[in-house]
Protein backbone atom coordinates (compact mmCIF):
# COMPACT_ATOMS: atom_id res chain seq x y z
CA UNK A 1 0.00 0.00 0.00
CA UNK A 2 2.64 2.54 1.01
CA UNK A 3 5.11 1.57 -1.91
CA UNK A 4 4.47 4.23 -4.21
CA UNK A 5 5.27 6.49 -1.67
CA UNK A 6 8.48 8.77 -0.58
CA UNK A 7 8.83 9.14 2.88
CA UNK A 8 11.99 10.79 2.08
CA UNK A 9 10.42 13.88 1.74
CA UNK A 10 9.66 14.06 5.72
CA UNK A 11 13.76 13.26 6.46
CA UNK A 12 14.49 16.15 3.67
CA UNK A 13 11.91 19.17 4.95
CA UNK A 14 11.43 18.07 8.47
CA UNK A 15 13.67 20.93 9.80
CA UNK A 16 12.00 23.34 7.99
CA UNK A 17 9.08 22.06 9.26
CA UNK A 18 9.70 21.29 12.78
CA UNK A 19 12.05 24.56 13.28
CA UNK A 20 10.02 27.45 11.29
CA UNK A 21 6.64 25.66 11.41
CA UNK A 22 6.03 24.16 14.65
CA UNK A 23 8.35 26.92 16.45
CA UNK A 24 5.67 29.67 14.93
CA UNK A 25 2.92 27.41 16.01
CA UNK A 26 4.23 26.90 19.72
CA UNK A 27 5.18 30.27 19.79
CA UNK A 28 2.26 31.83 19.12
CA UNK A 29 0.59 29.05 21.71
CA UNK A 30 2.19 30.11 24.29
CA UNK A 31 2.17 34.05 24.10
CA UNK A 32 -1.34 33.67 23.41
CA UNK A 33 -1.99 31.69 26.46
CA UNK A 34 0.12 33.83 28.77
CA UNK A 35 -1.77 37.21 27.28
CA UNK A 36 -5.53 35.29 26.90
CA UNK A 37 -5.10 34.29 30.85
CA UNK A 38 -4.34 37.42 31.71
CA UNK A 39 -7.19 39.47 29.94
CA UNK A 40 -9.47 36.41 30.49
CA UNK A 41 -8.84 36.98 33.93
CA UNK A 42 -9.75 41.10 33.76
CA UNK A 43 -12.85 39.93 32.04
CA UNK A 44 -13.58 37.73 34.30
CA UNK A 45 -13.31 39.88 37.31
CA UNK A 46 -15.40 42.95 35.00
CA UNK A 47 -17.94 39.88 34.67
CA UNK A 48 -18.42 39.32 38.77
CA UNK A 49 -18.14 43.30 38.94
CA UNK A 50 -20.77 44.94 40.77
CA UNK A 51 -20.44 47.77 38.04
CA UNK A 52 -23.45 46.74 35.95
CA UNK A 53 -22.10 48.64 32.46
CA UNK A 54 -18.62 46.88 33.00
CA UNK A 55 -20.18 43.39 33.39
CA UNK A 56 -22.33 44.19 30.45
CA UNK A 57 -19.78 44.88 28.22
CA UNK A 58 -17.88 41.77 29.68
CA UNK A 59 -20.68 40.00 29.10
CA UNK A 60 -21.35 40.49 25.75
CA UNK A 61 -17.73 40.82 24.15
CA UNK A 62 -17.74 37.00 25.34
CA UNK A 63 -20.85 35.72 24.33
CA UNK A 64 -20.38 37.29 21.06
CA UNK A 65 -16.98 35.94 20.12
CA UNK A 66 -17.91 32.73 21.55
CA UNK A 67 -20.84 32.29 19.05
CA UNK A 68 -19.15 32.34 15.87
CA UNK A 69 -16.59 30.60 14.35
CA UNK A 70 -12.75 31.05 15.29
CA UNK A 71 -12.22 31.27 11.40
CA UNK A 72 -14.61 34.39 10.75
CA UNK A 73 -12.51 35.71 13.72
CA UNK A 74 -9.48 35.15 11.95
CA UNK A 75 -10.43 36.74 9.13
CA UNK A 76 -12.39 39.75 10.70
CA UNK A 77 -9.27 40.28 12.75
CA UNK A 78 -6.81 39.83 9.49
CA UNK A 79 -8.78 42.59 8.05
CA UNK A 80 -9.86 44.75 11.60
CA UNK A 81 -6.07 44.98 13.09
CA UNK A 82 -4.44 47.41 10.22
CA UNK A 83 -7.08 49.94 10.48
CA UNK A 84 -7.17 49.28 14.40
CA UNK A 85 -3.73 50.08 14.62
CA UNK A 86 -4.27 53.38 11.97
CA UNK A 87 -7.07 54.75 14.27
CA UNK A 88 -4.24 54.50 17.42
CA UNK A 89 -1.23 56.03 16.02
CA UNK A 90 -3.33 58.49 14.00
CA UNK A 91 -2.30 57.15 10.59
CA UNK A 92 -4.71 58.01 7.60
CA UNK A 93 -3.74 55.18 6.18
CA UNK A 94 -4.61 51.31 7.08
CA UNK A 95 -1.01 50.37 8.61
CA UNK A 96 1.27 46.62 8.39
CA UNK A 97 0.86 44.16 10.66
CA UNK A 98 3.40 41.58 10.31
CA UNK A 99 2.00 38.15 10.53
CA UNK A 100 3.41 37.30 13.61
CA UNK A 101 1.79 40.10 15.61
CA UNK A 102 -1.39 39.56 13.57
CA UNK A 103 -2.08 36.01 14.98
CA UNK A 104 -0.54 36.42 18.24
CA UNK A 105 -3.44 39.25 18.54
CA UNK A 106 -6.16 37.07 17.29
CA UNK A 107 -5.33 34.60 19.65
CA UNK A 108 -5.08 36.56 22.88
CA UNK A 109 -8.81 38.19 21.97
CA UNK A 110 -10.51 35.07 20.84
CA UNK A 111 -8.79 32.63 23.75
CA UNK A 112 -9.48 35.77 26.11
CA UNK A 113 -12.68 34.58 25.67
CA UNK A 114 -12.47 30.90 27.07
CA UNK A 115 -10.27 31.35 29.72
CA UNK A 116 -12.63 34.24 31.35
CA UNK A 117 -15.36 31.46 31.56
CA UNK A 118 -12.88 29.68 33.24
CA UNK A 119 -11.42 31.89 35.55
CA UNK A 120 -14.87 33.03 36.51
CA UNK A 121 -15.98 29.29 37.37
CA UNK A 122 -12.30 29.36 39.30
CA UNK A 123 -13.12 33.00 41.23
CA UNK A 124 -17.01 31.72 42.16
CA UNK A 125 -15.75 28.94 43.58
CA UNK A 126 -14.20 30.21 46.22
CA UNK A 127 -16.68 30.30 49.27
CA UNK A 128 -17.65 33.55 49.85
CA UNK A 129 -16.68 33.98 53.59
CA UNK A 130 -13.09 34.49 52.18
CA UNK A 131 -14.08 37.95 50.78
CA UNK A 132 -15.68 39.15 53.77
CA UNK A 133 -12.78 38.05 55.93
CA UNK A 134 -10.27 39.57 53.58
CA UNK A 135 -13.14 42.72 54.08
CA UNK A 136 -13.09 42.61 57.85
CA UNK A 137 -8.56 42.64 57.64
CA UNK A 138 -9.23 45.74 55.71
CA UNK A 139 -8.20 44.60 52.45
CA UNK A 140 -9.38 46.85 49.35
CA UNK A 141 -10.70 44.73 46.01
CA UNK A 142 -7.55 45.02 44.71
CA UNK A 143 -5.73 42.93 47.34
CA UNK A 144 -8.79 41.15 47.93
CA UNK A 145 -7.91 39.71 44.04
CA UNK A 146 -4.33 39.65 44.04
CA UNK A 147 -3.80 37.83 47.87
CA UNK A 148 -6.65 35.94 48.60
CA UNK A 149 -8.73 35.07 45.18
CA UNK A 150 -7.17 34.73 42.50
CA UNK A 151 -3.68 32.62 43.60
CA UNK A 152 -6.49 29.87 44.96
CA UNK A 153 -8.52 30.08 41.53
CA UNK A 154 -5.86 29.87 39.45
CA UNK A 155 -4.43 27.02 41.53
CA UNK A 156 -7.95 25.00 41.29
CA UNK A 157 -8.24 25.87 37.91
CA UNK A 158 -4.69 24.80 36.24
CA UNK A 159 -5.48 21.93 34.77
CA UNK A 160 -8.82 23.36 32.72
CA UNK A 161 -6.21 26.16 31.70
CA UNK A 162 -3.71 23.78 30.09
CA UNK A 163 -7.07 21.59 28.79
CA UNK A 164 -8.01 24.60 27.20
CA UNK A 165 -4.04 25.68 25.76
CA UNK A 166 -4.11 21.93 23.89
CA UNK A 167 -7.32 23.26 22.51
CA UNK A 168 -5.34 26.49 21.58
CA UNK A 169 -2.37 24.52 20.35
CA UNK A 170 -5.04 23.04 17.85
CA UNK A 171 -6.62 26.46 16.55
CA UNK A 172 -3.26 27.67 15.94
CA UNK A 173 -3.49 25.56 12.69
CA UNK A 174 -6.41 27.78 11.61
CA UNK A 175 -3.77 30.15 10.62
CA UNK A 176 -3.51 28.46 7.73
CA UNK A 177 -6.49 30.29 6.09
CA UNK A 178 -4.81 33.62 6.19
CA UNK A 179 -1.27 31.85 5.00
CA UNK A 180 0.64 32.36 8.39
CA UNK A 181 3.97 30.17 8.22
CA UNK A 182 2.77 27.59 10.95
CA UNK A 183 3.13 24.07 11.04
CA UNK A 184 0.18 23.30 8.91
CA UNK A 185 0.64 26.14 5.86
CA UNK A 186 4.79 25.23 5.61
CA UNK A 187 3.59 21.39 5.68
CA UNK A 188 1.04 22.02 2.81
CA UNK A 189 3.41 24.43 0.86
CA UNK A 190 5.94 21.46 0.87
CA UNK A 191 3.53 19.07 0.13
CA UNK A 192 2.11 20.75 -3.01
CA UNK A 193 5.79 21.89 -4.12
CA UNK A 194 6.57 17.94 -3.58
CA UNK A 195 3.50 16.66 -4.78
CA UNK A 196 3.49 14.75 -1.25
CA UNK A 197 -0.19 15.08 0.03
CA UNK A 198 0.11 12.08 1.45
CA UNK A 199 2.88 12.05 3.61
CA UNK A 200 2.95 15.30 4.71
CA UNK A 201 -0.51 15.39 6.48
CA UNK A 202 0.19 12.17 8.05
CA UNK A 203 3.27 13.28 9.28
CA UNK A 204 1.99 16.91 10.61
CA UNK A 205 -0.97 14.48 12.06
CA UNK A 206 1.03 12.36 13.99
CA UNK A 207 3.52 14.74 15.17
CA UNK A 208 0.06 16.51 16.81
CA UNK A 209 -1.28 13.81 17.64
CA UNK A 210 2.04 13.01 19.95
CA UNK A 211 2.77 16.47 21.26
CA UNK A 212 -1.33 16.77 22.06
CA UNK A 213 -1.37 13.10 23.78
CA UNK A 214 1.74 14.10 26.13
CA UNK A 215 0.61 17.54 27.11
CA UNK A 216 -3.15 15.92 28.09
CA UNK A 217 -1.14 13.07 29.69
CA UNK A 218 0.54 15.76 31.83
CA UNK A 219 -2.10 17.68 32.57
CA UNK A 220 -4.14 14.36 33.80
CA UNK A 221 -1.19 13.78 35.92
CA UNK A 222 -1.66 17.33 37.36
CA UNK A 223 -4.73 17.02 37.60
CA UNK A 224 -4.82 13.89 40.15
CA UNK A 225 -1.51 15.74 42.12
CA UNK A 226 -3.61 18.87 42.90
CA UNK A 227 -6.89 16.79 43.77
CA UNK A 228 -4.60 15.09 46.50
CA UNK A 229 -2.86 17.89 48.09
CA UNK A 230 -6.72 19.67 48.40
CA UNK B 1 -9.98 55.90 9.28
CA UNK B 2 -11.41 56.02 5.28
CA UNK B 3 -12.95 53.11 4.41
CA UNK B 4 -15.84 53.47 1.99
CA UNK B 5 -19.08 51.59 3.41
CA UNK B 6 -21.79 50.42 1.41
CA UNK B 7 -24.34 48.87 2.54
CA UNK B 8 -26.42 47.92 -0.14
CA UNK B 9 -24.02 45.67 -1.48
CA UNK B 10 -25.96 43.22 -0.15
CA UNK B 11 -28.68 43.76 -3.16
CA UNK B 12 -26.02 44.07 -6.03
CA UNK B 13 -25.58 41.18 -8.41
CA UNK B 14 -22.75 38.63 -7.32
CA UNK B 15 -20.15 37.96 -10.13
CA UNK B 16 -21.06 34.04 -10.07
CA UNK B 17 -24.52 34.97 -11.92
CA UNK B 18 -26.40 33.12 -9.10
CA UNK B 19 -28.41 35.86 -7.61
CA UNK B 20 -27.17 38.87 -5.21
CA UNK B 21 -25.03 38.96 -3.00
CA UNK B 22 -27.66 38.40 0.07
CA UNK B 23 -28.74 35.31 -1.85
CA UNK B 24 -25.23 34.19 -2.07
CA UNK B 25 -24.79 34.88 1.85
CA UNK B 26 -28.43 32.72 2.55
CA UNK B 27 -27.18 30.10 0.54
CA UNK B 28 -24.58 29.46 2.40
CA UNK B 29 -26.15 29.47 5.25
CA UNK B 30 -27.74 26.41 4.26
CA UNK B 31 -24.57 24.60 3.42
CA UNK B 32 -23.71 25.68 6.75
CA UNK B 33 -27.13 24.47 8.40
CA UNK B 34 -26.83 21.23 5.99
CA UNK B 35 -23.40 20.34 6.85
CA UNK B 36 -23.84 20.64 10.68
CA UNK B 37 -26.79 18.90 10.84
CA UNK B 38 -25.52 15.93 9.23
CA UNK B 39 -22.84 15.83 10.80
CA UNK B 40 -24.21 15.70 14.00
CA UNK B 41 -26.71 12.58 13.29
CA UNK B 42 -23.27 11.31 12.45
CA UNK B 43 -21.58 13.08 16.03
CA UNK B 44 -24.63 11.86 18.45
CA UNK B 45 -25.23 7.93 17.30
CA UNK B 46 -21.27 7.11 17.01
CA UNK B 47 -20.68 9.45 20.06
CA UNK B 48 -23.50 7.51 22.08
CA UNK B 49 -21.78 4.34 21.22
CA UNK B 50 -18.42 5.22 21.81
CA UNK B 51 -19.53 6.67 24.73
CA UNK B 52 -21.31 3.81 26.33
CA UNK B 53 -19.04 1.10 25.07
CA UNK B 54 -16.08 3.10 27.70
CA UNK B 55 -18.29 2.23 30.43
CA UNK B 56 -18.98 -1.64 29.74
CA UNK B 57 -17.39 -4.30 31.92
CA UNK B 58 -15.37 -5.48 29.33
CA UNK B 59 -11.74 -4.04 29.18
CA UNK B 60 -10.22 -4.46 25.29
CA UNK B 61 -13.76 -2.41 24.11
CA UNK B 62 -12.79 0.07 26.67
CA UNK B 63 -9.50 0.31 25.82
CA UNK B 64 -10.65 0.67 22.16
CA UNK B 65 -13.22 3.30 22.72
CA UNK B 66 -10.69 5.32 25.11
CA UNK B 67 -8.03 5.31 21.95
CA UNK B 68 -10.99 6.56 19.27
CA UNK B 69 -11.39 9.43 21.84
CA UNK B 70 -7.83 10.20 21.67
CA UNK B 71 -7.26 10.03 18.02
CA UNK B 72 -10.01 12.17 16.87
CA UNK B 73 -9.49 14.97 19.81
CA UNK B 74 -6.36 15.09 19.54
CA UNK B 75 -5.57 16.42 15.91
CA UNK B 76 -6.70 19.44 14.62
CA UNK B 77 -10.51 19.95 12.99
CA UNK B 78 -8.56 21.29 9.74
CA UNK B 79 -5.92 18.38 9.73
CA UNK B 80 -8.59 15.63 10.24
CA UNK B 81 -10.06 17.11 6.82
CA UNK B 82 -7.20 17.22 5.07
CA UNK B 83 -6.41 13.74 5.95
CA UNK B 84 -10.05 12.77 4.75
CA UNK B 85 -10.15 14.77 1.34
CA UNK B 86 -6.83 14.22 0.47
CA UNK B 87 -4.96 11.21 2.01
CA UNK B 88 -8.02 8.82 2.28
CA UNK B 89 -8.93 8.17 -1.32
CA UNK B 90 -5.72 7.76 -1.88
CA UNK B 91 -5.16 4.54 0.75
CA UNK B 92 -8.35 2.90 -0.31
CA UNK B 93 -8.41 0.52 -3.43
CA UNK B 94 -8.18 2.72 -6.57
CA UNK B 95 -11.70 2.27 -7.43
CA UNK B 96 -13.24 3.20 -3.90
CA UNK B 97 -10.77 6.22 -4.08
CA UNK B 98 -11.70 7.13 -7.65
CA UNK B 99 -15.90 6.94 -6.49
CA UNK B 100 -15.00 9.36 -3.71
CA UNK B 101 -13.27 11.63 -5.33
CA UNK B 102 -15.90 11.94 -8.17
CA UNK B 103 -18.77 12.18 -6.10
CA UNK B 104 -21.20 15.08 -6.01
CA UNK B 105 -20.82 17.69 -3.70
CA UNK B 106 -17.25 15.86 -2.66
CA UNK B 107 -16.43 18.92 -0.01
CA UNK B 108 -20.00 18.29 1.86
CA UNK B 109 -19.26 14.79 2.57
CA UNK B 110 -15.79 14.74 3.50
CA UNK B 111 -16.77 18.02 6.17
CA UNK B 112 -19.92 16.02 7.59
CA UNK B 113 -17.36 12.54 8.13
CA UNK B 114 -14.39 14.75 9.39
CA UNK B 115 -16.89 17.10 11.67
CA UNK B 116 -18.86 13.93 12.67
CA UNK B 117 -16.31 11.81 13.82
CA UNK B 118 -14.41 14.75 15.20
CA UNK B 119 -17.36 15.80 17.35
CA UNK B 120 -18.30 11.90 17.96
CA UNK B 121 -15.17 11.93 20.29
CA UNK B 122 -16.24 15.19 22.18
CA UNK B 123 -20.15 13.32 22.69
CA UNK B 124 -18.58 10.11 23.58
CA UNK B 125 -16.58 11.72 26.27
CA UNK B 126 -19.93 13.29 27.84
CA UNK B 127 -22.33 10.23 27.60
CA UNK B 128 -19.19 8.78 29.32
CA UNK B 129 -19.18 10.98 32.02
CA UNK B 130 -22.75 11.07 31.95
CA UNK B 131 -23.31 7.08 32.44
CA UNK B 132 -20.44 7.46 35.22
CA UNK B 133 -21.84 10.06 37.20
CA UNK B 134 -25.50 8.16 37.31
CA UNK B 135 -25.45 5.83 41.27
CA UNK B 136 -23.94 2.58 40.96
CA UNK B 137 -26.87 0.95 42.43
CA UNK B 138 -28.98 2.03 39.22
CA UNK B 139 -26.90 -0.56 37.48
CA UNK B 140 -27.15 -3.15 40.47
CA UNK B 141 -30.82 -2.01 40.69
CA UNK B 142 -31.37 -3.12 37.21
CA UNK B 143 -29.69 -6.70 37.81
CA UNK B 144 -31.66 -7.04 40.52
CA UNK B 145 -34.34 -6.82 38.57
CA UNK B 146 -33.22 -9.36 36.40
CA UNK B 147 -32.50 -7.19 33.45
CA UNK B 148 -29.41 -8.35 31.20
CA UNK B 149 -26.69 -5.82 30.62
CA UNK B 150 -27.75 -4.34 27.55
CA UNK B 151 -31.18 -3.96 29.09
CA UNK B 152 -29.92 -2.38 31.84
CA UNK B 153 -28.33 -0.26 29.68
CA UNK B 154 -31.37 0.63 27.02
CA UNK B 155 -33.90 0.99 29.94
CA UNK B 156 -32.12 2.51 33.18
CA UNK B 157 -28.96 3.70 32.36
CA UNK B 158 -29.06 5.64 28.89
CA UNK B 159 -32.67 7.46 29.12
CA UNK B 160 -31.15 9.31 31.91
CA UNK B 161 -27.52 9.83 31.17
CA UNK B 162 -28.74 11.32 27.69
CA UNK B 163 -31.18 13.51 29.80
CA UNK B 164 -28.65 14.48 32.48
CA UNK B 165 -26.12 15.43 29.76
CA UNK B 166 -28.17 17.42 27.44
CA UNK B 167 -27.00 21.13 28.27
CA UNK B 168 -23.44 20.34 27.45
CA UNK B 169 -24.92 18.47 24.07
CA UNK B 170 -26.25 22.01 23.45
CA UNK B 171 -23.04 23.48 23.51
CA UNK B 172 -21.26 20.88 21.22
CA UNK B 173 -24.41 21.38 18.74
CA UNK B 174 -23.13 24.95 18.29
CA UNK B 175 -19.67 23.94 17.91
CA UNK B 176 -20.46 21.54 15.17
CA UNK B 177 -22.42 24.66 13.34
CA UNK B 178 -19.22 27.06 14.16
CA UNK B 179 -16.81 24.47 12.97
CA UNK B 180 -18.14 23.56 9.92
CA UNK B 181 -16.53 27.59 8.49
CA UNK B 182 -12.81 24.80 9.24
CA UNK B 183 -14.72 23.06 5.85
CA UNK B 184 -13.97 26.33 3.65
CA UNK B 185 -10.31 24.97 3.40
CA UNK B 186 -11.44 22.19 1.23
CA UNK B 187 -13.64 23.65 -0.71
CA UNK B 188 -16.78 23.92 0.93
CA UNK B 189 -19.00 27.10 0.06
CA UNK B 190 -20.42 27.87 3.57
CA UNK B 191 -21.33 30.64 5.17
CA UNK B 192 -17.92 32.21 6.23
CA UNK B 193 -16.78 31.35 2.81
CA UNK B 194 -19.26 33.28 1.02
CA UNK B 195 -18.35 36.22 2.84
CA UNK B 196 -14.87 35.83 2.75
CA UNK B 197 -15.56 35.25 -1.44
CA UNK B 198 -18.19 38.70 -1.26
CA UNK B 199 -15.15 40.51 0.04
CA UNK B 200 -13.02 39.72 -2.51
CA UNK B 201 -15.38 40.38 -5.71
CA UNK B 202 -16.64 43.55 -3.86
CA UNK B 203 -13.83 44.55 -1.81
CA UNK B 204 -16.82 45.58 0.80
CA UNK B 205 -14.72 43.59 3.52
CA UNK B 206 -17.09 44.53 7.18
CA UNK B 207 -20.31 44.93 5.47
CA UNK B 208 -19.64 41.03 4.24
CA UNK B 209 -18.49 39.94 7.82
CA UNK B 210 -20.49 41.71 9.42
CA UNK B 211 -23.55 39.95 7.91
CA UNK B 212 -21.79 36.76 8.51
CA UNK B 213 -21.46 37.82 12.25
CA UNK B 214 -25.09 38.60 12.70
CA UNK B 215 -26.38 35.42 10.92
CA UNK B 216 -24.46 33.27 13.01
CA UNK B 217 -25.51 34.93 16.30
CA UNK B 218 -29.09 34.22 14.90
CA UNK B 219 -28.75 30.91 14.80
CA UNK B 220 -27.26 30.66 17.76
CA UNK B 221 -30.08 32.15 19.36
CA UNK B 222 -32.60 30.34 17.82
CA UNK B 223 -30.51 26.73 18.74
CA UNK B 224 -30.39 28.17 22.01
CA UNK B 225 -33.94 29.26 22.95
CA UNK B 226 -35.10 25.77 20.74
CA UNK B 227 -32.79 23.90 23.10
CA UNK B 228 -33.85 25.27 26.40
CA UNK B 229 -37.57 24.37 25.32
CA UNK B 230 -36.10 20.86 25.09
CA UNK B 231 -34.29 20.66 28.03
CA UNK B 232 -37.09 22.20 30.34
CA UNK B 233 -39.56 18.97 29.01
CA UNK B 234 -37.21 16.05 28.93
CA UNK B 235 -35.30 17.64 32.45
CA UNK B 236 -34.79 14.62 35.42
CA UNK B 237 -37.59 15.72 38.05
CA UNK B 238 -35.80 15.96 41.44
CA UNK B 239 -32.39 16.80 39.92
CA UNK B 240 -31.17 20.62 40.00
CA UNK B 241 -32.00 22.38 37.05
CA UNK B 242 -35.31 19.47 36.76
CA UNK B 243 -39.02 19.62 37.02
CA UNK B 244 -40.28 20.49 40.50
CA UNK B 245 -44.12 19.27 41.10
Not at chain 1, 64 to 79: E, K, M
Not at chain 2, 31 to 54: D, K, Q
Not at chain 2, 67 to 78: A, D, K, Q
Request: proline share 4%; with cysteine.
Amino acid sequence: MFANFDFDVIARTWQVLIFQGLAFTLQVTVLAMAGGVVLGTLLAMMRLSSIKPLSWVAAGYVNLLRSIPLVLVIFWFYFLVPYIGAWIIGSPTPIKVGAFTSALLTFILFEACYYCEIMRAGIQSIPSGQASAAQALGLNYWQLMAHVVLPQALRNMTPVLLTQTIVLFQDVSLVYIISLPDFVTIASKVAQRDGRLIEMYLFVAVVYLVICLILSYWVKRLQSRIAIAR
Amino acid sequence: MNYNWNWGIFFELSPDASGTYLQTLISGLGWTLATGLVAWVVALSLGALVGTVRTLPVPWLVRLGNGYVELFRNIPLLVQMFLWFFVVPELLPREWGNWIKQLPNASFWTAVVALGLFTSARVAEQVRAGIQSLPRGQLAAGTALGLTLSQSYRHVLLPMALRIILPPLTSEFLNIIKNSAVALTIGLMELTARARSMQEFSFQVFEAFTAATLIYLAVNGVVVLGMRGVERWLAVPGYIGGRTR
